[in-house]
């Protein structure tokens, strides 16, 4: 079995109690937290800014990975990291730049990662995988957390693990939208290091009991 990460994305956390939920996610030893950062504009919807980021920054020494699902990411990449984003992921879709983008992450010393939407194939991203620290497979349309996944999008990371086994790289695969206890576990077969998991994790009474249950998973 190989090592997998869990970043719970805290979109769908209940964040009237925002401190206390980062204090028990570092007491349970999570991973990453992945924050959802949407624009009304590249998404049909408006999330949160550089300040939110800053909040959970000063509030937990667990590293962030912050997903920008906005236009024009070239604009906020240096706002995010100043605020204390460790990881920072753009959409293929957002920019015609990736590869001056996601150099750019690096030099400012943060992890970067490109995120695929559903209808985007991972062919498109040959160019840049050999500076790309994550590829961010979409499982639903960016926009909204508590959607059904779109299981053709598994696919989609057994192709990028047979390209980084080929190739001999070392980038990681992220799965992002609908991942819930009972389809993890495929997801984790086809390849998947990172699961970011929004509804499956804090729509239970127990988020923590949950994510407990995701570590166990074995596969
Ligand atoms: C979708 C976001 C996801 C989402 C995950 O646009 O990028 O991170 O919040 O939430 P669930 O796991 O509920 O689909
Ligand atoms: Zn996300």
């Not at 349970?28 to 800053?54: A, K, S």
């Not at 994550?134 to 057994?158: A, D």
């Not at 994790?201 to 570590?215: H, L, V, Y």
């Amino acid at each position: 079995m190989r090592k997998f990460l869990i970043a719970p994305s805290i979109l769908a956390a209940d964040f009237s109690y925002l401190k206390d939920l980062l204090n028990k996610l570092e007491k349970e030893g999570v991973d990453l937290i992945h924050i959802d950062v949407m624009d009304g504009h590249f998404v049909p919807n408006i999330t949160i800014g550089p300040d939110f980021v800053d909040f959970v920054r000063k509030n937990t020494k667990i590293p962030l990975d912050v997903h920008l699902m906005i236009e024009n990411p070239e604009d906020y990449i240096e706002k995010f990291i100043e605020k204390g984003a460790d990881w920072i992921i753009i959409h293929y879709e957002a920019t015609l730049h990736h590869d001056f983008l996601l150099k750019k992450i690096k030099n400012l010393g943060r992890k970067n990662g490109i995120a695929v939407n559903p209808s985007t194939p991972v062919f498109f991203l040959e160019e840049v995988l050999k500076y790309t620290d994550l590829v961010l497979v979409m499982g639903v349309n960016p926009g909204f957390s508590g959607q059904k996944i779109i299981y053709e999008t598994l696919e989609k990371i057994e192709k990028l693990s047979e390209l980084r086994k080929k190739e001999n790289l070392s980038f990681k695969i992220g799965f992002d939208g609908g991942v819930k206890l009972d389809n993890a576990t495929e997801i984790l077969k086809k390849g998947c290091d990172i699961l970011m998991i929004g509804s499956g994790i804090f729509n239970s009474p127990d988020f923590i009991e949950e994510i407990k249950k995701f570590k166990k998973l074995r596969f």
